[in-house]
């Protein structure tokens, strides 16, 4: 593939917020029910719009994680412009060693799609670690619906996407420590990729110009949305709560 894009551009081009992103985040609060007030963990907060929404809309204070510096210098200007920097802060860190001290959030939230290259246990269980007691975590996972070949597999790693079944996701939330787990999809209409080829040729153009051009129009990008058309391929929501004291 050309010059590989950020997950966040690409999610961007991806996921508009309006039509797709925003949907996503007001089911996640539903199935939180967070409370104003509340330390939200936000790992893989790319560049900042869920995390500020969050801040906004539930009275928050939520602490963005991700690794690529560029999206949090985007985040935390973002947050200057909104007025929001009291209440969200963005810090670049790897996902599986994150700089908080252990039961100090009340709510954890994980876009695994941010997270390329990360080992998705590893992730969890720094997340169960930095949570309290009993807190909810909600973790957003690509998941294999049905059987995909090695093909389309390696197409999707080369764009950083590395699904697992909903059953190998769940497995490594149990280990993690979380408990009391349900699953459901994050669009209840399958969309959690926007359709239609105008509108993401245009955010391709408008991120990257020729290069998020290429990318929308790329082999791998058309094989991650026939998957996800073809509902082979989903974004799963997997809800918890961390369990009692884990040893520490």
Not at 68 to 95: K, M, Y
Request: hydrophobic share 45%; with cysteine.
């Amino acid at each position: 593939m050309p010059r590989r894009l950020s997950p966040t551009t690409l999610l961007a081009i991806l996921q508009p917020w309006a039509e797709v992103n925003e949907p996503i985040n007001r089911r996640l609060g539903q199935l939180i029910g967070v409370e104003s007030g509340q330390e939200v963990l936000w790992v893989g907060s790319g560049s900042g719009a869920a995390a500020l929404w969050w801040a906004k809309r539930f009275q928050t204070h939520v602490a963005g994680i991700d690794p690529d510096p560029r999206a949090i210098e985007t985040a935390e200007r973002t947050a200057r412009a909104a007025g929001l920097s009291g209440s969200v802060t963005f810090q670049r860190a790897n996902a599986e060693d994150l700089p908080h001290e252990r039961q100090v959030f009340d709510v954890a939230i994980v876009q695994m799609l941010q997270l390329p290259g990360t080992d998705g246990g590893k992730v969890l269980r720094e997340v169960a670690r930095v949570t309290r007691p009993m807190s909810p975590v909600v973790v957003l996972v690509p998941s294999w619906l049905s059987a995909a070949d090695d093909e389309a597999a390696a197409a999707l790693r080369t764009l950083g996407i590395a699904p697992r079944l909903l059953v190998e996701w769940k497995s490594a939330c149990r280990e993690a420590g979380l408990v009391e787990l349900a699953v459901e999809n994050a669009s209840r209409d399958g969309g959690w990729i926007a359709a239609g080829w105008v509108g993401l040729l245009l955010r391709g153009w408008r991120a990257a110009r020729w290069a998020g051009l290429r990318t929308v129009l790329s082999r791998e990008v058309r094989t991650l949305r026939s998957l996800a058309l073809a509902r082979t391929l989903g974004l799963s929501i997997i809800k918890g709560h961390r369990w009692q004291d884990q040893g520490a």
